[in-house]
Structures are given as C-alpha cells and as structure tokens.
C-alpha cells in the first residue's frame, strides 16, 4: 500500500464510506454538538442551528428502518429495473438513501418502518474513466 | 405602501416546438401579454425573464432583440420549477420598492423528452441506481410514499389527481394535452416510479408565459376594467428539517410559504376560490392540499375522493389541467399559473369558469429547493 505502482483498493462511491477494501467499511455521518443534527459528507457550519466548528464526525449504525421508498421502472440506459428506492433512518441517527436489495420490489413486499441492515458490496460493477473498482453501500431486509 | 396590480397577462398554448428558439417563444408571450395590457414593449421600464435550460444564455435580452431593444433594465431568474414564480416576484418587488411603475415578466422553457433529474456523477461513478433514484418521478414518489406511512394514501387516491386534472384541461384551450384519462387507464399506464405512472407525471413541453406588472398609480390612469391586484408574494428556500438533505422536504417550505401569503394578503384558505397548484406529480398534489391548509393534515385523500378540488367542488384546484395536463415548461409554469388565475379572476375562463372567483392562489416548488405563492384578488 506504501509503494505507488500498486493498483488500488476499491474506492468508496460516496466520501462518507468510511474503511472502503478494508473488513470494517462503514458510513460516517458529522453530528451537531449544539443541536445533534446529523449531516452527511464534510462540513465545518451547521444548518439546523448555525454553530461553527461544533461538529464531529459520527460512526453511523449498520442497522436502521424503512422510512419510505418508491419501485424505480424507468431509468437511464444501462440501469437494471425495476429496483427499491430507500430512504433509511439508522438507528441512532442519520437518514441515508439507497438501493434496498435482496426482496422482490413489490410494494406487497414492503413495510414501513420495517428492520434493514446496511450492508457493503461491489458498485454494480460500475468503474471510472481510469478503470478503479469501487465499493457501495446497500440496505437488506434484516435477518 | 400600494399594491401591485397585473393589467395584461397571456400564455401561448403549450406544445412542441423544435422549430423555434427559446427567445421567439417568450417574445410571443410578450406580445400578447402586452396587447392584452394595450401597452408597447416601450411603455416597459424592466424585463424580468425565467428560463432554466439557458439560464446562464441571457434569455431576457435576446427576447428583446426580438420586440423592442429599449435598453431597459434586464434580470434573468433562475430558480429551479420556481423560476417564473421568481421572475413575476421579482418584477413586483420592483413595483413595490417603488423603483419602477411598469415591468414586464416573462417565462419561458423548451424541453426535450425524458426523465428529469437523477444527473451527477461528475466524479467518480455516477450514483443513479446506485444509491437509490435522484430522478423526478422517484423523489416525489417518495414522497407522496411519506405521506402513505402517515395517512394510508393509496395509489388509487393518488392516480384520481390526474383523472381529475385530465378531465379539466379538456376545457383549457391552451393546455398541451385535453385528453379524458378514467382511473383506470391512468393506474394501468406505464409504471414510472412507483406508485407514480406515466399518466401522473406533468408532461414535458414547450411553452412561454408573460405578465405586465404596474404600480396602483399606473393601474388607475390605465384603467381597472381588467386589472387583477396582487394581494401577496411570497417566495422561500427549504427550512432545516431532518431528512431534507437526502429526501427533498418539499412540505416545510411550502407551509412557511403559505402561512407567510396568507398573512400578507389577510385572508385564510377558505376564502381562496381556485388554486392553481404544483403538481409535478400527481404524488405531490395531495401533499399540497395538506401543506397550504385547503384541509386539515390526514384529509387530503378524503378530499380527492369526494370530489372537493375538481370543478364545481368546495375548492377547485388545477382547473388549468394542471402541470400533469396543460404542461410544465419549467421556466413558464409559474407565469401559466397566474394567467388562469387572471383569467377566472376577470370571469373569462370559459367552460371552466370558477363562479364568483374573487381570490385565487397560485403555487410553485423548485427542488433544490424554492417555494413561491402569490395570491391574486379580483378588482371589485
């Protein structure tokens, strides 16, 4: 990992994939020390309360629940569907949005505030202009 | 300080137009605007002019390299679906300040086919389909989903807004499609993203809308036989709510939209006789009725389901035909609104005359996101 000519670990598809290549991937979040807010990505100003420099980053939790969700039919080329569109409350917080995979997408499948986890895996296969690899997050129904 | 009044007001019918520029279509919207006003291009001391697509193409200026080149100030708005809106806003705030007597506002919009949103993916991998969907029917599908959790909406609820605002555009001349749609055909369309089909997607066209705006003391030398007065303007970005930033909150920055034109204009939504609303999607409609307080929260299914918002209903909304049915050039709806407000305002609507309209509500969302709400009264 020191030496330069060696090909690179996966990359994280978002900044706020955390440990991408390693076995401890995870999503950070930056939480608000004046009001508890809950961002994603980096940021320094808070814009639920204004503070400066109150925020510190957060390890976000693998688990969460359904929040809503549409059945994705129509999409660009290339793009596999139909697929579930998830907004996701994890526990403890943060909201993130994903693709909810591993259940039929039948909204007679899906329940509101129904038990996911976050798991990790492979981009779709989707690659850079360079040609890296990168790593994504995904929801599942929990066990 | 006096109120704003519109004295002309026009839209040209909403359509495809591959063989026109963008500036020839709000230049056309100009003019009949302002020969509705009885006015000349030269009579206008600022162009307000919304466009999206070209909005860094400075649209304002070569729509008036198309009509008059008077060296009038020129501002060009951009604000997502909330440009016209903007525009109109900005050219009655300019009234308002007392900077000017006589503005014109223009929006104007060419659109191809095809989804909306879902771009980025400008570093990296693009992350459509990847991290769920960015795209414009997904996100407010989501949301008319949210509203499902609270409420139990169905998709049958859902798909009569668009039976109901189908039906109304058969009697708007102007609308892009006039075309009946039962319930039926419009859930067994094609499924966009669920549980928006395509018939509950607003469609994509060409189209221009152009107002003329003047001060009370202009109004009255012009004569207020026609003249419509602005009673309140309002525009807002979306407050801090939790999930915003990852589920567009298109609820909290219309309700601080509302609350803020209702006080402005001393009137409460029952007071309001038609209401020309952003329905983007047939979703977001029913989320609209709630967020600008046609109805308690909770109510807005009953309220399609007995008929409340279609013609002839308690509060009629969408009249027009709507954004899913007259259309939805982004940079010209916000304008479109106000015509059909002016229209049933001055009793000139035709088959789809409100009876006795006296106040109307005219209401736009921009994702990203912008809320504007202007409400208009009719001159005794």
């Known amino acids: ?143 | 300080m006096s109120d704003v009044y519109v004295v002309g007001v026009d839209m040209i019918k909403f359509g495809r137009f591959p063989d026109k520029t963008v500036p020839q279509l709000g230049a056309q919207a100009a003019l009949m605007a302002l020969d509705d006003a009885g006015l000349q291009i030269q009579d206008m001391q600022a162009l307000y002019c919304g466009n999206l697509g070209q909005a860094s193409g400075m649209v304002g200026q070569r729509v008036l390299q198309e009509i008059g080149q008077t060296g009038m100030a020129v501002v060009n708005c951009a604000n997502a679906c909330a440009t016209g809106a903007t525009a109109f806003r900005e050219a009655w705030m300019s009234i308002k300040a007392g900077v000017f007597d006589c503005v014109l506002a223009v929006g104007v919009e060419q659109m191809g086919k095809g989804l909306l949103g879902g771009a980025g993916g400008a570093t990296g991998i693009p992350k459509e389909g990847l991290l769920g969907s960015g795209t414009m029917p997904a996100v407010f599908a989501e949301a008319g989903m949210e509203h499902a959790r609270h409420h139990g909406t169905t998709f049958e609820q859902f798909a009569k807004v668009s039976v109901k605002n189908h039906h109304h555009s058969t009697m708007n001349p102007k609308a892009m499609y006039q075309i009946e749609t039962p319930l039926e055909t419009v859930m067994n369309a094609e499924m966009i993203s669920y549980p928006n089909t395509k018939l509950m997607c607003s469609v994509n066209v060409d189209g221009s809308a152009a107002a003329v705006l003047v001060s009370e003391k202009k109004a009255k030398e012009l004569g207020m036989k026609r003249a419509v007065r602005v009673k309140a303007s309002v525009l807002t970005s979306d407050p801090y709510s939790d999930r915003d930033l990852v589920m567009p909150d298109v609820n909290s920055v219309t309700r601080i939209a509302a609350k803020q034109a209702y006080e402005m204009a001393g009137i409460g939504p029952s007071d309001l006789n038609l209401v020309e609303l952003h329905d983007c999607f047939a979703t977001a409609e029913i989320l609209h009725y709630e967020n600008l307080g046609l109805c308690a929260d909770g109510e807005a299914g009953r309220m399609i389901d007995e008929g409340e918002t279609a013609l002839g209903g308690r509060i009629p909304v969408n009249v027009s035909g709507g954004l899913l049915s007259k259309g939805h050039p982004l940079g010209a709806t916000g304008i479109a609104n106000i015509y059909e407000l002016c229209t049933h305002l001055r009793g000139e609507a035709g088959a789809r005359q409100v009876e006795n309209a006296r106040f109307g509500l005219a209401h736009v969302i921009g994702l990203g996101s912008a809320c504007g709400i202007h409400i208009l009264e009719k001159v005794a």
């Open chain 1, 1 to 143: 990992m020191s030496d330069d000519n060696q090909v690179k670990g996966p990359l994280p598809a978002v900044p706020y994939i955390k440990g991408a290549g390693t076995d401890d991937p995870y999503l950070e979040g930056m939480a608000c020390g004046g009001c508890g807010a809950v961002f994603l990505g980096e940021r320094t100003t808070c814009s639920k309360c204004g503070g400066r420099d109150t925020l510190a980053a957060k390890r976000l939790a693998h688990t969460g629940k359904l929040y809503s969700y549409s059945i994705v039919f129509r999409s660009f080329p290339g793009i596999e569907v139909p697929y579930i569109s998830a907004i996701v409350d994890l526990d403890g917080g943060g909201t993130v949005k994903g693709n909810l995979i591993g259940i039929e997408p039948d909204p007679a499948n899906l329940s509101f505030d129904m038990p996911v986890d976050v798991i990790f895996d492979d981009a779709l296969g989707r690659k850079d202009k360079e040609g890296n690899s990168y790593i994504s997050y995904f929801f599942k129904p929990a066990a």
